[in-house]
Structures are given as structure tokens and as C-alpha cells.
């Protein structure tokens, strides 16, 4: 079984758990390659662009979020009690936090840091399970402690791009403890494969799903929560009334279809092909210390190489943004995230890697 640090209380500053990738593209980076945000390329695509636009005659009327939500736990076999939609996984973390008692909140890292900024935003001491390069990153139930009562992780992980085993996730539900797994990124996994979305056999369990990712809907802001019924109505009164706009509602229904849902997993194959070439030529660069953390399953790919600061800041010169890593506890200025983009973009990507490398060399 792999070595796993033990969970240690970590001071807010240590790192920039606001800083996000949508950054590295703001004011001066906004005509910038875009190998920092992990939406996928090229969406939303226009048929759902027109669903939402259609959306747009009702905007007179107050949401109503029940066809939505009936579309969504359809999708997961589940009965509509299970089910809260949200605006965006980001209010899910912020819901989670304030609705739910919780004594000895662990959040498993490196991995998107909303989720601990909520917990500590309301008020929460947070101890955190750090994953080491060493061990691939990967998951060791045994290093979560016992008596944690919320445990949230991601799957596959953000940014390491690690997809755990759905039963070693299995192994952290405890009687009294509440298991959050945020599956933002699961369907850009072919077959979805360890998905725990849908499971009811899982104490405690609590899925976060993001539409913003796969469909380019983050400006629209749309998502939602699978739980059981009780956690579901806790998260639910703690909700502002209508907190989902009539066009998110429109995407999320469309997003659900049989149609689209095609669509996706056909996306999740290329996503897979065109992150196997960028892997494949990110290993040209073995000899300058590069390394690719893998095996890399999720839309992203996480790397270390020597003076990784001074290569972005050269690589922005060159007209790419990329994600630095050192705002993800467990990780530091030794570490980039690169979102998979088509091969032409990534071509010239590593062209430009290459000059920049020998930039940071001098």
C-alpha cells in the first residue's frame, strides 16, 4: 500500500487556494493559447447554444428547476430526492460547509482547493491528507483518519489527473462520516469508469458534478449534488430560493440527453487521444528534468521541471498561458498543469515549450 503523509493542519497562507486557472487568461493573458482552464475547447457546441437561447422567452417567469432535476436523476437512475442542482460545483462546496455539522473536516491534496476555502470560509479548522509524488499521487484510504467526519476528494483529481479505484474511495465511508467526491472532470473519462455517481450503497456518499467543464458552460454556471435524501434537503435550506437561472436549468436538461450524453463520451475518447499526444511529446523533454505525473486520465496533465516559474513567464512571452501549480497544497513552483487541447494547438505548444525551456536555461 502506498505511503501517504499523515493529515496535518495547514495555516490559509501557506498557499493561494483562491487562485484559479481562469487567471492566467484575465486582462493582459486574455489573447493568450489557453492551456490553463480545463474547459473543453470549442463549446459549448451550437445546438446547445440554441437550447439555451430558446431558454431566454421565459426569463419573465421565476426558474423552475423541477424538469431539470427530473433529467438529471434520470440520467443517474436515481429518484429525484437524491438530486440538487446547483450553480456551478463551487456553491455545492460552499452548501456543504454551511449546512452540514462537521467536527474534523480532511480534505485529500493535492486537488481543487474550493473546496477547502468554503470550510474555512465558514468557519471550519481543516486538516489536510497530503498525496505524494513519490507514490503517484494516488489515494491510501488508510492515511485518512478515523474519526473524520467529512472527507472530500476529487476523482479524477484536479490537477494531478489521478483516477482513483471507486472502491478504494469506497473504503473512506465511515458510520457518521460524510464522503465528498467531486467528479467534475468524470465525464471526460471514457466509460466513465470509477464513477460513484448513481451508488446508494455508499454511507454517507456525496457526488458533485460539474456541466461546465465538458460542455464550455462556466460563464452559465450550472452543476449538482447526488446524496441522499436527508443531505439533499440540508443542502437544499440552505440554498437562496431560485439560485438557478432558467438558462442553466435549459443547459442542464439538454446536457442530461440521450443525445448529448453520446456526445460527451465520444468527446472523453478524442480528450483521451489528444492528451496521449501531448504526453507522448512532453517525453521529449525528459532530458531537461521534465516529468509528466501518470497516468494522467482526466483532461489535464500535470508536470514538474526545473525553474517551472521562469518557463510560464517565458511561455506567456510566447503567447501560451498555462496553470502554475504551486497555489495546490502538496505542490510547488517546481509544477505547471497543462489542459489537453487538438494536436495542432498542442504542436505548437511544444514548439514553443522547447523555446522556452532554452529561455530558462540562460
Not at 132 to 147: C, M, S, T, Y
Not at 158 to 176: F, K
Request: hydrophobic fraction near 45%; proline fraction near 7%.
Amino acid at each position: 500500500m502506498a505511503t501517504t503523509t499523515a493529515p496535518t493542519p495547514m495555516p490559509t497562507e501557506a498557499h493561494d487556494l483562491r487562485h484559479h486557472g481562469d487567471a492566467e487568461v484575465r486582462d493582459d493573458g486574455a489573447k493568450l493559447t489557453d492551456l490553463a482552464v480545463n474547459v473543453r475547447a470549442d463549446t459549448p457546441p451550437a445546438w446547445l447554444r440554441e437550447r439555451i437561447a430558446e431558454s431566454l422567452g421565459s426569463l419573465a417567469a421565476y426558474p423552475d428547476g423541477r424538469a431539470a432535476r427530473a433529467a438529471v436523476a434520470a440520467r443517474h437512475g436515481l429518484p429525484v430526492e437524491r438530486v440538487l442542482l446547483t450553480a456551478g460545483a463551487a456553491e455545492a462546496f460552499v452548501l456543504l460547509a454551511r449546512a452540514l455539522k462537521v467536527r474534523r473536516p480532511v480534505v485529500v491534496h493535492p486537488q481543487f482547493t474550493e473546496p477547502e476555502s468554503a470550510l474555512r470560509d465558514a468557519g471550519h479548522t481543516v486538516d489536510r491528507v497530503l498525496l505524494r509524488e513519490a507514490d503517484g499521487f494516488r489515494l491510501d484510504p488508510a492515511a485518512v483518519p478515523e474519526d473524520a467526519d467529512l472527507v472530500v476528494i476529487g476523482n479524477p483529481t484536479n490537477p494531478t489527473s489521478i483516477l482513483h479505484p471507486a472502491d478504494a474511495i469506497a473504503q473512506l465511508a465511515r458510520p457518521g462520516r460524510t464522503l465528498v467526491v467531486d467528479e467534475a472532470f468524470m465525464d471526460a473519462v471514457p466509460g466513465e469508469r470509477e464513477a460513484l455517481a448513481g451508488r446508494t450503497d455508499v454511507p454517507g456518499l456525496v457526488v458533485l458534478r460539474s456541466l461546465t467543464k465538458t460542455w464550455g458552460l462556466a460563464g452559465l454556471r450550472i452543476g449538482y449534488v447526488l446524496a441522499a435524501p436527508e443531505t439533499i434537503a440540508d443542502l437544499e435550506r440552505a440554498q437562496p430560493l431560485w439560485p438557478v437561472s432558467t438558462p442553466a436549468l435549459a443547459a442542464a436538461q439538454a446536457c442530461v440527453s440521450p443525445q448529448a450524453l453520446a456526445e460527451a463520451a465520444h468527446a472523453a475518447h478524442r480528450v483521451a487521444a489528444d492528451r496521449a499526444h501531448l504526453v507522448a511529446g512532453l517525453g521529449e523533454f525528459a532530458r531537461y528534468g521534465l516529468r509528466v505525473v501518470e497516468p494522467a486520465e482526466g483532461p489535464f496533465v500535470l508536470v514538474r521541471l526545473p525553474r517551472a516559474a521562469a518557463v510560464r513567464r517565458h511561455l506567456r512571452d510566447l503567447g501560451f498561458a498555462v496553470r502554475r501549480g504551486d497555489t495546490f497544497p502538496g505542490l510547488d513552483e517546481e509544477w505547471l498543469r497543462l489542459a489537453v487541447r487538438d494536436r495542432g494547438t498542442v504542436s505548437s505548444f511544444l514548439s514553443a515549450l522547447d523555446r522556452a525551456l532554452a529561455l530558462a536555461r540562460q
